[in-house]
Structures are given as C-alpha cells and as structure tokens.
C-alpha cells in the first residue's frame, strides 16, 4: 500500500545512533520541502553525539564546535532525542518497523581490529579505542582501574587516533587541564610515570595516514619532544617526485624537521618516537602476565609499496601497548551485517534485501573519513530514503507512532533521557568545569547523568 504523507500523519523515521551521521540525517530530513516528516533519534546512552563526544581527543575542542549545529536540529519540533534507548533490548527491530515508515542505523564502527601476534592479550595490551574511551569518560569504559604504571609506551598504528593516545599521554597535567578530558583521566595522568612513547608504521612515512595539523602538534608541547630516525624517513628522489598528495609532502617535511632536531638539547623530560618500517611480532611477557617488553621487525618496502620483513629485529622497552589499526562496526541485533567488512550490507545507503531500512556512517562505508565526511554522507542515504517515499515504495507504520512509542518504553521501564535532560547535564558540566578553570567537568558514569534532569 503506498503512503501520501501529510502534516497530519508524517514521514516517520527512526534513526538508530546519535553520532555525527545520525544528527546529519535528522538535519537532513528537515531541511528538506518536499514532504512533511517526524526523526526520532535513538541512543543507548544518556548523552548524545557519539564520537564527538567520546572519539574526538580532549584537547581538540575546536572539532567539538560542530556540536551547535546539532543543538539546532535537536532543538527543532520535528526532531526528538531519546537517550537511554538500547536499540534490540528496550526497542526491538519489531518495534521500530511498527511504528516507524522508515529506519536509518547510524551507529558508527565501536570495536577495533587485532593485531593477531602472540602476547595481545597480556595485561598492559589493550585497543585505542578503549583507551580513549577511557579518558573521554565514556561510561563502557570510566569504571575501568586504568593504572598507568609503564614508563614506556607503544602505540601501533600511523592515524590519528594513534597521534592522539600518544599527544595525550606525553603532555603534562596543566595543557591537559585546558582539555575536556575526564576528571579520573587527568588524576591518573597528573601521577604517570610514561616517559617514551613509541609511534610504529610498518611501512613508510609517505603512506602514513595522519595529518600534518596532528602531527605538528609533537613539535610544541611542553615537556614532550619529537624523535625520528633519519634513515626511516628517507624517501629517494623518484619516489618523492611522483608524490601529488600535499598531506604527505607537508608530513614529509615536519618529520624531516623533527629528525635534525637534537631532542637532548631541549632538556624535555618526555620523548614521542616516530618509527617508520617496523611491524610488532611478539609483546612479551615479564613472566606475571604483564607486558614486559615488544618485539619489532625491521621492514623494506617492495615495489608495490607492501611492508616486507627483512629478518632483523629489535625489542622495545615498553611495559604498555596500545594497538591503533583500524575500526570496526558491531552487529546490531535483527539487522543484515558483513563479517568481513564490519558494515551492514547496502547499496547507496540502502539495506540490502530490506525495503525502508537505510544506514549512513562508518557502519554504511567502513571507518574512513572525518567528522564532515558524514554530512554528505547522510545527505545521500536521505535522499535515496526520500526517493522511495516519494515513489510509494515504503510499507507505511501501522502503529501509532510517538505516542505509542513513548507508552511502549514507559510499559517496559525504560527510563528515556531527552534532549531537554542532556541540557540540563551539559550546563552542570560546564559550570563544574568553570569552577576548577577547565572548559568542562564530565560526568562519566550513567547513573550519575540520569539524575541530572531538566527541572
């Protein structure tokens, strides 16, 4: 049966995730005349804004500014934030279809990609991911006792996550009170002892994926300095020449920079090495189940630009290992996902084999891109969406939509948190952060936000 949506009885999406794509759909659904529609925006958690929130590093709050343009759509009539809502536990993918003429999953890629070596799992061995879920205070992660005990850090992986676990672990407690980083993070990290940090690329510095923006930032912190071999840089004269990408021209330069510089002379008490053409093979064991040192081999690159082990090796005196190589998406209950990409299947945002369930984000495309990235991104998968509407190709909802929806959740005892409430918990942080001169003071832990409610 088709539909001919009307102001009376909307366009009804759900958009399951309230990152940067799921805000970007919402905006774009509204922004759009052609037809009259209500977004309902779900989240897990209490707070909104996913990776802005707990991805984007503390001290980078300048990227955190896109956050008043989704205060703007959040604040429009049309547009509702239910936090506290795990999608397939407090709203099923029955429920959704129900009461809902189309559904967009925008729930990003939460889990992270292993190394595969011997030792991953000693303790000191972690993801990045979980590590700055911990300093961001996501509440997966705050209760967590992160005892940063190493005086030696290895971070695996040549992106900016990687860049900024290291940033962060290198920089001293005063530039990080001017971050938004988590209370317990900055107590754990006023009292570090990590003094080495190890940045491993197991090919060259041209194919590293990090930005110059990012990787200047070595070069300025205050007690922190940069270390690089001149030889793990070098590139010869025909390769260079046939570089057009201006990133990896400027990258080239700074670390170029970095390697003439004599670090000793500084008197920094703290030193980042950025290592180019070596590949982890074994973290070792100090014999209690702690990590106690990392195994490299040295690289050479081939002719088709692919790491090849050249037999020589080398140990790293770490006692802590973070490895950085990738992202992945997690399988949403009830809805179609690829194993071996770490997406849900689609074409153009579309879900494979699934009429009126889109998706948009890293879980659409795979973890690649920035945060603006996404706005096109979901613009497309909207349109696709809106396409389909137009042409009578969605099953309209049989359910009675929002209100519905709302006694639905109350029958099940799910204390939904709108967008009202996260104000109220966003001006208690700002005001706790002023307080002790920070810019932000975040509450970390579920309970403790659920209590904070506008009124």
Not at 347 to 374: D, F
Not at 410 to 416: F, I, K, T, W
């Amino acid at each position: 049966m088709s539909q001919t949506f009307t102001p009376e009885r909307p366009l009804r999406v759900a958009v399951i995730g309230s990152g940067p794509s799921g805000v970007y759909s919402a905006e774009a659904l509204i922004k759009q005349g052609a037809l009259p529609v209500e977004v309902d925006v779900f989240d897990r958690l209490p707070t909104p804004y996913g990776l802005v929130r707990y991805g984007v590093a503390p001290d980078h709050l300048t990227i955190k500014s896109v956050t008043r343009g989704f205060e703007k759509t959040f604040s429009d009539p049309r547009v509702r934030f239910l936090g506290n809502v795990e999608f397939g536990r407090d709203l099923t993918h029955g429920d959704v279809r129900a009461h809902y003429d189309a559904v967009i999953y925008t729930v990003g890629a939460s889990s992270d990609r292993r190394l595969g070596i011997p030792g991953e799992d000693l303790q000191g061995s972690m993801s990045a991911t979980e590590f700055v879920a911990w300093y961001n205070g996501h509440p997966d992660a705050a209760a967590r006792e992160l005892v940063l005990s190493a005086h030696g850090v290895a971070v695996i992986g040549v992106g900016n996550v990687a860049l900024d676990v290291s940033r962060i672990l290198l920089k001293t407690v005063e530039e990080l009170r001017a971050s938004d980083i988590a209370p317990h993070a900055l107590d754990a990290l006023e009292h570090s002892p990590v003094r080495d940090v190890w940045i491993l690329g197991r090919r060259g510095a041209a194919q590293a994926k990090f930005t110059t923006k990012e990787l200047r930032e070595f070069g300025e912190l205050a007690d922190a300095d940069p270390v690089v071999k001149p030889q793990e840089v070098a590139v010869d004269e025909t390769a260079e020449a046939s570089i057009s990408d201006n990133v990896v021209k400027k990258n080239l330069e700074v670390l170029r920079d970095f390697a003439g510089r004599a670090p000793e002379a500084q008197g920094k008490s703290r030193h980042v090495h950025l290592r180019f053409l070596v590949s982890p093979v074994e973290i070792l064991d100090d014999g209690n189940g702690h990590v106690a040192g990392l195994r490299v081999e040295r690289n050479t690159l081939d002719a088709s630009g692919n790491a090849v082990g050249t037999g020589e090796y080398e140990t790293l005196p770490v006692q802590m290992v973070l490895r950085s190589v990738g992202y992945r998406g997690v399988a949403l209950p009830d809805v179609p996902f690829n194993e071996r990409g770490g997406v849900i299947p689609n074409v153009e945002g579309r879900v494979e084999g699934r009429s009126g369930e889109y998706t948009s984000g890293w879980i659409k495309r795979g973890p690649t891109g920035v945060i603006g990235t996404n706005r096109k991104d979901a613009t497309d998968t909207v349109a696709h969406l809106l396409a389909d509407a137009g042409a009578g190709q969605l099953t309209p909802a049989s359910g009675a939509g929002r209100t519905a929806v709302d006694a639905l959740l109350r029958e099940r005892g799910v204390d939904v948190y709108t967008f009202e409430d996260w104000q109220a918990l966003d001006a208690h942080e700002v005001a706790q952060g002023q307080a002790q001169g920070r810019p932000r003071a975040k509450v970390v832990h579920k309970h403790e936000m659920l209590g904070h409610r506008k009124g």
